[in-house]
């Protein structure tokens, strides 16, 4: 247990320290995005899944340590370091994703272009092959109405890839409020944690509380207002942390019992054919108005269409609901 609490405090003090040491960098290089929800669109240091990815593998690595040199133990590590592989591919990929911000330096726009969305799920296929190669996790799963079914190659050729590349899309498609998805990212890796931990599952426990740790330290420089905002690279490194935890620790049904909230956004989307933004319209008197009317394609849309809410109050609203589903995750499963 104590190794445990031991790589949530050494991810959340070095992403203390290196979020707050990262931060003058970045915007000395231009690495910077629009505070859209503020008056005057200030420029913002961006890109947070840099420092998280870091501070996150700093706890990994103090765990992997202990095992080796007092506890003389060393069998499974070998799934830890093909996650934390994935996850660095992963963060790569987020960072690029993250550039390419000439337009909004000139001032032709106020959203940089990024990466086109039929590039993101084409990019992070390859960064599921740590986990494909070690054959990491079970191939038979419990499914619904249907039973216990046993994939065989099926697994890790074609299921973690998918599951990895899924994940890492479907939090990408929510958050761009101060603090919404740092917050929300530690509420639901701190709960898949405990879970886990609740199971004996000790590898998915520590890649899940080493991550809420290194989110928790981060929101300090995330919330409003922001200091560095989380940028896509965030969220590629959280989607690839769940999956790599969830295909790990073999807990398909309470990783995607945590991301419903994402699995609506996704849907919600859709409906839009991913066109619609999350973004709400900033008022004068510093609230924001949905963006579309009435019109629903995100789970910011229905918040903001219950009454107009300032940036914190929508991340706060957010949070709050990943809270619900984590409570619900102790009860139901």
Same mark, same amino acid.
């Given at each position: #247990? ?16 290196? %979020? ?8 000395r290089n231009n690495i910077i995005a629009l505070d859209l929800h503020k008056k005057g669109k200030p420029k913002v240091a961006n890109s947070g899944g840099i420092p998280v990815f870091f501070s996150f593998m700093f706890g990994l690595m103090f765990f992997i340590a202990v095992q080796t040199f007092i506890f003389k133990i060393t ?42 969305? &039929?590039?993101?799920?084409?990019? %992070? ?15 038979? #799963? ?24 899924? @994940? ?29 931990? %609740? ?10 509380? @080493? ?11 995330? &919330? ?5 905002? @989380? ?27 945590? #991301? ?19 973004l709400g319209k900033l008022r004068p008197d510093g609230k924001l108005d949905p963006p579309y009317g009435k019109k629903i394609y995100s789970w910011t849309h229905v918040i903001m269409n219950i009454k107009p809410m300032t940036e914190k109050q929508v991340t706060k609203t957010l949070i709050f609901i990943q809270i619900v589903f ?8």
């Amino acid at each position: #247990m104590w190794v445990l609490i031991g790589a949530f405090i050494i991810s959340l003090i070095s992403s203390l320290i290196i %979020t707050k040491s990262i931060i003058p960098f970045f915007k000395r290089n231009n690495i910077i995005a629009l505070d859209l929800h503020k008056k005057g669109k200030p420029k913002v240091a961006n890109s947070g899944g840099i420092p998280v990815f870091f501070s996150f593998m700093f706890g990994l690595m103090f765990f992997i340590a202990v095992q080796t040199f007092i506890f003389k133990i060393t069998t499974q590590l070998v799934y830890l370091f093909a996650a934390i592989l994935t996850i660095f591919l992963i963060v790569i990929i987020g960072f690029f994703d993250d550039l390419n911000v000439r337009d909004v330096l000139e001032g032709k726009r106020e959203i940089r272009k990024g990466l086109k969305q &039929w590039q993101k799920p084409l990019l %992070t296929l390859p960064a599921a092959i740590p986990l494909m190669v070690v054959k990491a996790g079970y191939t038979s #799963m419990s499914i619904p109405f249907i039973g216990v079914v046993n994939f065989g190659i099926v697994y890790p050729l074609i299921l973690v890839p998918l599951g990895v590349v899924f @994940s890492a899309n479907a939090i990408n498609l929510l958050g761009g409020f101060n603090g919404s998805e740092a917050g929300m990212g530690t509420v639901y890796f701190l709960g898949l944690g405990i879970f886990a931990l %609740t199971h004996d599952l000790i590898l998915p426990a520590v890649i899940f509380l @080493s991550m809420a740790g290194a989110l928790l330290g981060f929101l300090k420089y995330n &919330w409003y207002p922001a200091k560095i905002l @989380s940028g896509d690279s965030i969220q590629y490194v959280m989607g690839a942390a769940l999956a790599s935890g969830i295909i790990i620790g073999n807990m398909e049904k309470a990783g995607i019992f945590m #991301m419903i909230p994402f699995i609506i956004e996704f849907f919600l989307k859709l409906r839009s054919r991913f066109k619609a933004s999350c973004l709400g319209k900033l008022r004068p008197d510093g609230k924001l108005d949905p963006p579309y009317g009435k019109k629903i394609y995100s789970w910011t849309h229905v918040i903001m269409n219950i009454k107009p809410m300032t940036e914190k109050q929508v991340t706060k609203t957010l949070i709050f609901i990943q809270i619900v589903f984590a409570c619900l995750l102790f009860i139901l499963l």
